[in-house]
């Protein structure tokens, strides 16, 4: 009790915001602060404000993009877990020896974040597979440094944090809420088995198996995947893969994850994406995004607003998509300011609009300027938006996302007759069609891109043409 007492007790508070206000003062933050300097009093803080920084810079709307992009750096920053802790941790979750469940553990870690580390190890009866270990103490670590954060930037009084308080404190009460979800893996094994269904019906996307019986709240046991990381491009070249397929193919089972199954991966960087066996394996899925079937709908009726230039119906849905009634005592205001953003975005196609993140985190600033409280959910969808940007760009710079997205989108934003169902359909098909990727393991097998005219039947095609809607399977079509 008195150890607990010295680290997170009253005492413990007292000397860790002493902490944290040295630091700050040792890089003269009250004079200024800029991204290079918070990043380093976030890494020099630890491993807790390792992980605040890297939710923080899922807040665009709170923090310039700069300050998001070198918060993302912080992603490689934690210190490693020792192999005698990861033994401990595991004998302590089980209740038993940690080598009556694991034949052996690999000391190097595979993977390694601000509150896990992934092992691969081998239980008893020689079955690989993959071991995630969290950190000691994360969750009151955590929980401390949130709260004692929010009291060192009232006390310090920084000039250029003074006019956006309100939404500090709101992204970092946030940011508690989601670090608690990530930590608990019992939620992430729930999450695994809801991505295992929604990528099945795609014979290219794949996520791990989950061993339930031995999964704890501070262990998670996986099916071990090998591959390659996506930054791995020699690797997979070597192995026969296109990497434009790669990219076209992984874009494609993220836009289902979002447009139509409203769960996507909140993080989709290299690291938490491989490739093997022919299929993209989606990893590290503690952090997940969820949109609301009303946020979406308002999400659809946004795009077709601004692909017709519909103000009305763009500030309408706007609204509705921030969580207020089309009624809003500064509507008129609001409306001046989303015409504006119409003007900078007007576009003859939906397919043609690019760095779709910034269009969505522009949106959510628009919102943050008239004090409207911006849902969580959105903000991950726009964060997340931004990272797939990188995420592409990195592995294939000729692969448009905001073209992929925009023809999928163009499906949703046509509406609700019989012309929208059938764009929808054929939207779906799109995305799932397709068998694994070709590469030196497939060698020989039949893949083949299923075309367009046997997606849909001639009835369908009519239909749509008929409906004046023709552009929509344009855009469709590769």
Excluded at 109 to 124: F, R
């Amino acid at each position: 009790m008195e150890n607990y007492n010295a680290r997170y007790g009253l005492l413990g508070d007292a000397k860790r915001l002493g902490e944290i206000l040295r630091v700050a003062n040792k890089y003269k933050v009250t004079q200024g602060l800029t991204p290079e300097k918070v990043v380093s009093i976030f890494r020099e803080l630890g491993t807790a404000f390792i992980k605040m920084g890297q939710l923080l810079s899922l807040h665009p709307e709170v923090l310039p993009k700069e300050y998001c992009k070198a918060l993302e750096g912080l992603r490689n920053s934690a210190p490693a877990i020792t192999t005698m802790q990861i033994r401990e941790i595991i004998s302590e979750e089980y209740g038993r020896p940690w080598d009556q469940i694991f034949k052996r553990i690999v000391g190097v870690p595979v993977g390694s974040a601000s509150i896990a580390q992934v092992h691969e190890a081998y239980l008893v009866d020689g079955t690989r597979v993959a071991v995630k270990v969290q950190r000691p103490d994360s969750y009151r670590m955590m929980e401390q440094d949130v709260r004692l954060l929010k009291k060192a930037i009232s006390v310090l009084k920084i000039k250029q944090l003074q006019p956006i308080m309100w939404l500090i404190n709101n992204a970092l009460d946030e940011t508690w809420r989601v670090a608690q979800q990530e930590m608990d893996f019992h939620q992430e094994a729930k999450n695994i088995e809801r991505m295992r269904e929604i990528l099945a019906p795609m014979e290219y996307a794949y996520a791990p198996a989950v061993f339930h019986d031995l999964t704890k709240t501070n262990v998670l046991v996986m099916e071990f995947i090998d591959g390659y990381e996506l930054n791995d491009h020699k690797g997979m070249l070597d192995a026969g893969y296109d990497l434009s397929e790669v990219c076209q193919k992984m874009i494609r089972s993220y836009i289902k994850q979002w447009a139509e199954d409203l769960f996507f991966q909140a993080d989709p960087h290299s690291g938490n994406i491989r490739v093997a066996d022919g299929r993209i394996v989606w990893l590290d899925l503690g952090m997940m995004g969820h949109l609301t079937d009303r946020e979406a709908e308002a999400l659809h009726h946004c795009m077709h607003g601004i692909w017709k230039n519909d103000v009305a119906e763009f500030t309408d849905w706007g609204l509705v998509l921030f969580g207020y009634p089309m009624e809003h005592p500064q509507k008129a205001e609001i409306r001046r300011d989303f015409t504006a953003f119409l003007d900078k975005y007007r576009v003859q196609s939906i397919r043609e609009m690019n760095e779709t993140g910034d269009i969505f985190v522009e949106l959510i600033g628009i919102g943050a300027k008239y004090g409207i409280e911006i849902p969580m959910s959105l903000t991950m969808y726009g964060r997340s938006l931004l990272v797939m940007e990188g995420t592409v760009s990195d592995l294939d710079e000729n692969t448009d996302l905001a073209d992929i997205i925009g023809k999928h989108l163009a499906a949703y934003a046509i509406g609700d007759g019989v012309a929208g169902r059938i764009a929808r359909k054929l939207s779906h098909k799109k995305l799932c069609s397709g068998g694994r990727l070709r590469c030196n393991a497939t060698a020989g097998q039949e893949i083949e891109e299923i075309p367009d005219s046997e997606l849909l039947s001639a009835e369908e095609y009519k239909i749509l043409a008929e409906s004046g809607s023709d552009v929509w399977t344009q855009d469709l079509e590769q």
